[in-house]
Nanobody, 111 residues
Framework: QVQLVESGGGLVQPGGSLRLSCVAS????????IGWFRQAPGKAREAVSC???????YIADSVKGRFAVSRDNAKNTVYLQMNSLKVEDTAVYYC?????WGQGTQVTVSS
């Protein structure tokens, strides 16, 4: 059974940074593509990034140049480094593998 647990969210001022973590069990992350999604209040869930087993990455245009995704195989963890955060980045962030989703971690960007 696949379990994904996100952490690292919080309240940050505009321009600040956060690093989200997604720890997996039941799946070896370096063998599959792992995605990060976010959902803001009243909006649809949207893709933020994807990391393939080969190291290829997809970053949404809205966060390109500010967000980066990486993986620590020894910890079976995928990270989302978020820099230069904007108010519009406020959302619940989820990691995803296939049909499995974590519980999400809240990111709030506010002054």
């Amino acid at each position: 059974q696949v379990q994904l647990v996100e952490s690292g969210g919080g309240l940050v001022q505009p321009g600040g940074s956060l690093r989200l973590s997604c720890v997996a069990s039941g799946v070896t992350l370096d063998e599959y593509a792992i995605g990060w999604f976010r959902q803001a209040p009243g909006k649809a869930r949207e893709a933020v990034s994807c990391l393939t087993p080969y190291g290829d990455t997809y970053i949404a245009d809205s966060v390109k140049g500010r967000f980066a995704v990486s993986r620590d195989n020894a910890k079976n963890t995928v990270y989302l480094q978020m820099n230069s955060l904007k108010v519009e980045d406020t959302a619940v962030y989820y990691c995803n593998f296939g049909t499995s989703w974590g519980q999400g971690t809240q990111v709030t960007v506010s002054s």
